[in-house]
């Protein structure tokens, strides 16, 4: 009876885990500012990851929990910013079910004389831009958007289909699931006492 019990038990609670919901999308085609031609292969790919969680038909910032632009969660990455290195999301909207995407993502930082540094981000429907500085000198470089820029985006069932997502997200349970574990827990240590008091002792 126990391991059955134990068995329903995560088995109800791997079930009630609900797949965070995934997108992916691809931009294809910029300017390339540092040579005036259009860079027609050049392409940006990403992921996102959220829930509208107030049924608005949007997700914002506050509704992602992961944003991966060419290899780099702009969300996850916040964590690692500190007085000399800066990464992270300064906006996000997307409307469910259309292709209005709209983002600003980045990292900046610098050693502490401010000798050496750059950055690096993106602003949706503007460029991606890169910067760096030494003493002796200051690159740049950019890749505009266009009217020529192509744009795709689509719905994953979730992250464990998606080959980009699977090492960045992971399933969260909900507050229900949380529940259900904690009860299923509660009978199989209900069901081992009664087991250890119904347990005659063994005589020699």
């Not at 392409?43 to 608005?56: A, E, M, Q, T």
Request: proline residues 4%; negative net charge.
């Amino acid at each position: 009876m126990f391991k059955p019990l134990v068995f329903a038990t995560l088995l109800a609670a791997s079930c009630a885990v609900h797949a965070v919901p995934v997108w992916t999308f691809s931009y294809t085609g910029f300017l390339d500012e540092n040579t005036g031609i259009f860079a027609s292969t050049y392409k940006l790919k990403g992921s996102f990851s959220g829930r509208d969680g107030n049924h608005d038909g949007f997700l914002d910032k506050d509704e992602i929990s992961t944003f991966i632009l060419n290899g780099v969660d702009y969300i996850g990455c916040a964590g690692t910013s500190n007085e000399f290195y800066r990464c992270g999301t300064d906006s996000f909207s997307f409307q469910i079910g259309s292709k209005k995407l709209d983002f600003s993502v980045g990292e900046n930082g610098g050693d502490p004389e401010g000798y050496f540094g750059g950055g690096h981000y993106f602003v949706a429907g503007d460029g991606e831009y890169d910067y760096r500085y030494t003493p002796d000198s200051y690159l740049t470089s950019a890749y505009r958007w266009t009217d020529q820029t192509r744009f795709n985006i689509g719905k994953s069932k979730g992250a464990g289909n998606n080959p980009m997502m699977a090492s960045a997200v992971l399933a969260v349970p909900e507050p229900g699931t949380w529940a259900m574990l904690a009860t299923g827990l509660l009978l199989v240590a209900g069901a081992a006492r009664r087991r250890a008091g119904t347990a005659q002792p063994v005589r020699n």
